[in-house]
């Protein structure tokens, strides 16, 4: 019998990669990437070091994450933040966890730990200690915001079945139309969460890639309408995900301790024409 991993679908448009355009390079490997954005969908600065990206973050500022399909096929994006899933807030484990199901070429924003089905806790940037992950137990992880990514594997004897869905339409707070395609699913009968194993004694935990020392960490924040719609997913690999970004972040002072400078105010894009001089000046002796 074959064995269906259930996931998320959220209602949101679809953005067409040639509209998302940014100053700088989100993490991305294997056809996918994963960026952090403000509250208006600004790419916040963004940094590269060893191989490494890092956001510069500022206390109290709401954001949200934006993952990217650039493959033709559709994934599953399992979100981590501060080492706890985005969905269920347990400790991250990609392999017993449900993602958010994102189509060929497409993007989903995920603004915050999934609270039920129409609402979430906004992502904000806090202290360490009044973090989300802090409080639930899991200092050590915080900092970070990951993403595993999973192929579908399609059965052809099965898509029949899969075509039988429900379309809804949503508008965003820009009035755009929203459209979610919705399939039945065996285990929508029992809710979105299911039954959680308590008793649960080892989760698989990232390896730490940034230094312990942090000065900013993720808020579980102030409640935020997000509507999502459960659809069945069956993963390629059940325990094995084709890819796995991460994207560290920390304020002014932390980048600046892992040898990243940041100087004075840093623009979300930037300026054609940062000066008026009307003439060249000669260069410094």
Request: charged share 20%; with cysteine; aromatic share 8%.
């Amino acid at each position: 019998m074959i064995r269906t991993i259930t996931t998320l679908f959220t209602f949101l448009a679809l953005i067409p990669l040639t509209a998302c355009a940014h100053k700088l390079a989100p993490a991305a490997a294997g056809g996918y990437s994963i960026q952090l954005e403000d509250q208006y969908g600004n790419q916040l600065a963004t940094y590269s070091q060893r191989g490494a990206t890092y956001v510069l973050g500022n206390h109290n500022t709401r954001y949200n994450v934006r993952i990217t399909n650039h493959t033709g096929a559709r994934i599953e994006a399992v979100l981590s933040v501060d080492g706890r899933d985005a969905v269920s807030g347990d400790v991250g484990d990609y392999k017993s966890q449900r993602g958010y199901v994102i189509d060929p070429y497409g993007s989903i924003v995920v603004d915050g730990f999934r609270k039920s089905m129409n609402a979430v806790a906004a992502f904000r940037f806090t202290t360490p200690g009044d973090s989300y992950s802090s409080r639930r137990g899991t200092p050590q992880n915080v900092g970070v915001v990951g993403v595993a990514i999973f192929k579908e594997r399609l059965v052809a004897h099965r898509l029949p079945a899969l075509r039988r869905h429900t379309t809804h339409y949503e508008f965003d707070d820009a009035g755009a139309v929203n459209q979610a395609e919705i399939a039945p699913s065996a285990s929508a009968r029992s809710g979105m969460m299911g039954s959680r194993d308590a008793k649960r004694k080892a989760v698989r935990r990232p390896a730490p890639a940034a230094p312990s020392k942090n000065n900013l960490g993720t808020r579980y924040g102030e409640t935020r309408h997000s509507p999502v719609v459960e659809v069945p997913f069956l993963r390629a690999r059940k325990n094995r995900p084709n890819q796995v970004l991460s994207t560290y972040y920390d304020d002014q002072r932390g980048l600046a301790a892992r040898g990243i400078m940041v100087h004075g105010h840093v623009s979300a894009n930037p300026q054609p024409f940062p000066n008026n001089r009307r003439f060249a000046p000669p260069p410094a002796p």
